[in-house]
């Protein structure tokens, strides 16, 4: 059981631990860029950033039920309940297992039968194993899908650098195979796609057995425990996390999909370089803030407010620090960039101030956002993803009328602003207890 000095501890040791894996990742994320474009070209680097983005739909299909469970796991401990706790977590998984099978097989006769050369405004000569390679990237992240709950077993018993450190070893598996190929002359589009997705399934088909029969065999996934009760609290908190992740998805996600359609594939190699170097700031934000989601739940289901509103001063510091990193990233930029990929891409300056702004803006959002999230406040975001609605028309308009990515660049950040405003509207009320009507949880 927490008390407030001890819930400060574990978030600071999560902190710790957290910036040692966040800090390798980002090196693998260094040294894998200039390496991709070593194994593919500008144009076919921009084809398989396209398909990751489109992958990542894959991954929010679980409606929320990952983000439910971390919640739920978190107050079920924080009361001693095992049983419920051994529940969530088998109806998660059996939950998981129903979701993914039709959207397997949707998805499968969509690639195979579909045109998905028109649909990514891909040239056929130069990749004609496309069509392959994004069925076996759909199965195995299929896969994954089942077995990256365990992640969010881990944040629900407030360890995330955990969940940090089986992310960054499917990074590292990834890195080192890719070179492999490169190495061994092997890098084709369809290895280079196969490798960078097969490499997080085997981490976590490995956690598996260490996390269920050695660390926590308390909590083992039993078909005897899926509840059909838990199942349906879980989907309750878990579809709006879920909308959430689909509006998050729809306007900024598919941002490498709406290059590629509005300008060309090319065009997301150099958006991706700057978004992959300025992100490294989103990196540290998100060592520093995911501890705090899960501690807030707790904080909050034991009504311990003074801790919270402590935690949101030190927030605030750490805001503005991000602020001038982000502004000192932007100035040498162009040295990192010359350092970093030498002349085999050119990125505007131009558009390293724009993705600088929209990181910067997408970090303010997560300051208020994982407090909100970790007290269950998500009526009013699900209201702001209105703005995830409008994206892509207003994108499409500017892009159609200015053929200027900045243009572009600039709606991305112009949506964002809308839910920020509210995000620390309604967490300024809940704090100081003057939350009511639509502003309450």
Known sequence: ?????????????????SFIAKGWSAVVMLFMVPLTLKCLDVYQNGVWLTISSLLVWIDQMDIGLGNGLRNSLTTYIAHDDIKKARQAISSTMAMLVIIILPIFVILSLLVWYGNVYAFLNVIPEKIPELRVALLSAVTLVCFTFVFKFIGNVYMGMQLPAVNNYIITLGQTIALLTTWLLFVYDKATFF????????????????????????????????????????????????????????????????????????????????????????????????????????????????????????????????TFIIFLLLVLMTVI????????????????????????????????????????NGVGALRLQLYMTVTAVIFIPLAWITSSYTHNIMWFLAVMCLCNIPGILVNLIQF?????????????I
Request: glycine fraction near 4%; include cysteine; aromatic fraction near 20%.
């Open 191 to 318: 290895n280079i796609v196969v490798v960078n997705t097969a490499s997080p399934l085997l981490i976590y088909i490995f956690s598996y057995p260490y996390t269920f029969y050695v660390k926590y065999p308390s909590l083992r996934p039993s078909f005897s425990f899926v509840s059909l009760q838990s199942a349906f609290q879980l989907g309750n908190l878990g579809v709006k996390f879920f909308w959430l992740q689909v509006a998050g998805i729809i306007q900024f996600m598919t941002t490498n999909i709406l290059i590629s359609k509005f300008f060309t594939p090319a065009m997301v190699t150099p958006y991706q370089i700057a978004y992959k170097y300025l992100s490294l700031v989103i990196v540290l934000f998100t060592v520093v803030c995911m501890p705090f989601w899960n501690a807030t739940t707790d904080a909050y289901a034991r009504g311990d407010m003074s801790w919270i509103e402590s935690a949101s001063r030190k927030m605030n510091i750490f």
């Open 333 to 372: 930029s162009p040295y990192i960039y010359h350092l970093w990929i030498g002349d085999d891409c050119y990125v505007p300056f131009g558009m390293t101030i724009m993705v600088s702004i929209y990181i910067f803006l997408l970090a303010l959002s997560m300051r208020y956002s994982y407090f909100l």
């Open 1 to 17: 059981m927490l008390n407030s000095k001890s819930r400060s501890h574990m978030v600071f040791y999560n902190i710790i631990a």
């Open 428 to 440: 300024n009320k809940i704090l100081k207890g003057k939350a009511e009507r639509a502003w309450r």
